[in-house]
Structures are given as C-alpha cells and as structure tokens.
C-alpha cells in the first residue's frame, strides 16, 4: 500500500504538469501493485483524482437535523469557548505581502490530503471525511440583517409599520440578533429616514439584541436618543470604495469610527464592526488580505466586540476567502470574526461552509435573500438566512432558529414588496408544503 501511494505521489506532483496518458498509467501501476500484495482492487479506487469516480467518495450520512426550537443563547456563549480553534500566532505586525505564502501552504497542505485521500482504503476515507464534518462548531449564531441591510436598497419606501411587524416576526423565530435600521443621513438612504420611528418599537422587544448602523458621532448620538443598546460601525478594506461610498477615506473613516467607540464605551453600549469589500471592489478589483487584516484589527482594538468580514459584491469563492481569512486570523481571534457573504456568484453557502471549517461560528444573513449596497454597483442580495439555517440544519450544527418561522416571516416581506422569495430553500420547502396539502 505503501508502494502504490508513492507511485500516485510522484505522478501528481503539484510541481510538474500531469497529462491523461500519466494519470493513467499510475492508475494500472498502483492496481498491479496492489494486486501483486494480495489485496482487492475495488472499482471507486483505481482511478486517481481528475480521471474518473471522484463523485462516489461518500461518507456515512450526516447527523439528523437538530431540533429548531429552544433557547441557546446561553449554550452558544460556552460551547464558543470549547469549540474555538487554537489561537494562529501573531507572526508580527506587518502581514503586507504573506498571504501569498499562508495561500500556498494551505493549497500545499490540501495536495497532500487529497494525494493521501486518494490512495487511502475506504475506511480511512469515511474517518477523514467524518472529521471534517465533526470539526464544525457545534453551534453558529446567525445575525439577521435583512431589515437594515435587505431594505436598505428597496426603491419604494417600506412603512414603518411593515419594518416593525417584520423584525417583530424575525424576533419570534429563535433569531438572538436582528440589526432594525440605521441612523444615516436621509440623503444618502431615505428608505432608513424612519429609524426613530422603528427604534421607539422595537427597544421594547426583551431577549433580542437590535444593534444599529452608526456611520459618525451625530448617528451615534441620534441611536443612543432613540434607545439602541447595540451599535455597528463600519470601514471599508478598499479605498476607493471608501472614498464612494462614505467620502472619506479608510484612515479617515477609522479616526471617525474610533469617536464612535469612545462614545459608546463610555455609555456603555457594545460595538460591533463590519469591514466590507474583503475579496472584491466595485472599483478597483481584487483586494488584498493584508488590508482586510488592518482595517478588521484596527476595528477589534477599538473595542468591537466582533468583527463582521463582508464580500460586498458576492466575488468571493473558496479560494478567495480562505487566504483571507487566514490573514485576519493572525491579528484578530477567530472567535470574534463574523462572515458576510452576498450571493452574486452563487458561493455564499461554499464560503460560509469553509469559513467554518477554519472556525468562525457566526454567520450574517438576511431574510428571503433580501440586500444589496446602494454604492455596490451588481451587488445581489445577501445569502438567504432560511438558505444557512436549512444547511446548517443539515449538518446537525444548532442555532436555535425556527426555519418555518423564518419563511413565514419572509413570505411576509416578499409580498409586501411584490416579489418572490431569493431564498431556495423556501422556495423548494413551500412547493412540497403546497403539493402535500393537495393530497
């Protein structure tokens, strides 16, 4: 077995080009060899990865889904601590230019699994695929933005009335946060104009935490009048996208922020940060690692309690994300990281699945598939929260959210606003709902 996992090594070096005639030729020489020691050769593990058969590697079915009902609010704060990974040592402050080596050792390490996946026995395969699910948090908290971040960019204006009645709804569904409004200039986003309105409801609802946006020191003031026990702030990893979307630029816009948190802390009011634009501008393309790691620490020394990492305009894939979050990691803890994916492309649920495995427990999303950034130009909606909880429901992981509570609410919202749901998941569950009440 030895023998054949070093023939299969050396033909698939990640340093040397592999055409079909090689990979072939591998594939006869680890079955003689196997043959020749007395072992079966079964079907699934002649051909190596690339050739043929890839998709018959499956492990034992996962957990049943967990309960969508209860409280786990408190269970979530210890089993965060438990389940945190170990801290990534802080290789020093400077981390401009390293993500390019973090990146080629995780594809390096990844090589190396899938060589050994490959020439493993069936066994081995099942264990190894079995960790990587039991290597999940056992709880994720979600934060639902859809009444900020989801309405923000609707053209005609939602009533008060219906924002209340629908983070009403989403505060009975098991949800501990759900982000009401945001206290900005009317100027920039009039569908928000209504913000004390909402707030003068909303802060009566116990059990819930409502925080809301904050772009400066006078929307900091306005929230803590109207009674918001919860602020965010947020600072963009491109300047560009800094300068178009608040004016100013990201050193500007965290000597403003860092006003915010002063004033807060001394209220006493918690601050959590949102860095946006972490794998992609609208304007300038791709954005480095390392300026998502400044602008995410720079937020976490401030005092945010956690730090909300956003693809703005939904680029982001595997590949993307994870030396990204690599590079966060070595300067903020990974239990204060949040992720924010839109879903443009399609790869939300991917992101939020790799994210995960490399130890982030909360997830933003928002109800139906609701979103989008007004300065974002292609930005689609967030990723649909009934979309992570139906996933995650799938993978045993808890969240004390209620799915069927969750589509009611954005059945809600989706017919006020005149259109179907973005959430698959709802989409597919409603059409079963509607063909079993025919029988």
Not at 66 to 82: K, M, Q, V
């Amino acid at each position: 077995m030895l023998a054949a996992s070093r023939v299969w090594s050396r033909s698939a070096s990640p340093s040397s080009p592999v055409s079909p005639h090689a990979l072939t030729s591998a594939a006869a020489a680890v079955s003689s060899l196997l043959q020749r020691s007395g072992m079966q050769v079964s079907q699934k593990s002649q051909a190596p990865p690339g050739v043929a058969g890839m998709g018959d590697h499956t492990a034992d079915a996962p957990p049943p889904p967990c309960s969508s009902s209860g409280d786990f609010r408190e269970e979530y704060a210890s089993r965060r601590r438990t389940n945190q990974r170990h801290p990534v040592p802080n290789l020093g402050k400077s981390i401009g230019g390293n993500h390019h080596v973090l990146y080629g050792s995780y594809l390096s390490r990844n090589q190396q699994r899938y060589r050994y996946f490959s020439s493993s026995s069936d066994q081995e395969r099942i264990g190894i695929v079995n960790r990587m699910i039991h290597d999940l948090p056992r709880f994720v908290k979600i934060v639902e933005v859809g009444p900020r971040d989801g309405l923000q960019n609707e053209k005609n204006t939602v009533p008060a009335p219906v924002k209340i009645e629908l983070i009403k709804r989403l505060a009975t569904s098991g949800l501990s946060v759900v982000e009401a409004t945001s206290f900005v200039s009317p100027k920039w986003v009039p569908q928000l104009a209504d913000a004390k309105d909402v707030m003068e409801v909303v802060r009566n609802i116990t059990g819930v935490n409502f925080p809301v946006l904050t772009p400066n020191l006078k929307g900091f003031q306005a929230a803590a009048a109207a009674g918001a026990k919860e602020v965010a702030i947020f600072a963009s990893a491109s300047e560009a996208f800094s300068k178009s979307n608040i004016n100013c630029s990201i050193k500007e816009s965290l000597a403003r922020y860092n006003d915010v948190a002063l004033a807060a802390k001394k209220q006493e009011i918690p601050v959590r940060g949102y860095v946006s634009c972490v794998v992609g501008c609208p304007v300038e393309g791709s954005v480095p690692p390392s300026n998502v790691a400044y602008v995410a620490k720079e937020l976490y020394d401030m005092g945010c309690y956690e730090v909300s990492l956003g693809d703005t305009i939904g680029v982001g894939t595997p590949g993307t994300v994870v030396p990204m979050l690599q590079a966060v990691m070595l300067v903020v803890p990974v239990e204060k990281l949040a992720v924010h994916f839109h879903d443009t492309y399609g790869q939300s649920l991917s992101n939020i699945l790799v994210s995960l495995q490399m130890g982030v427990s909360v997830v933003d999303s928002s109800v139906a598939g609701l979103g989008g950034c007004p300065y974002a130009k292609g930005a689609s909606g967030n990723v649909a929260t009934e979309d992570v909880v139906y996933m995650l429901n799938g993978l045993g992981i808890k969240t004390g959210v209620n799915l069927g509570k969750v589509m009611a609410a954005g059945e809600f919202i989706c017919k006020h606003l005149g259109r179907q749901s973005g959430s698959k998941a709802a989409t597919a569950l409603s059409k079963v709902t509607a063909s079993a009440s025919k029988l």
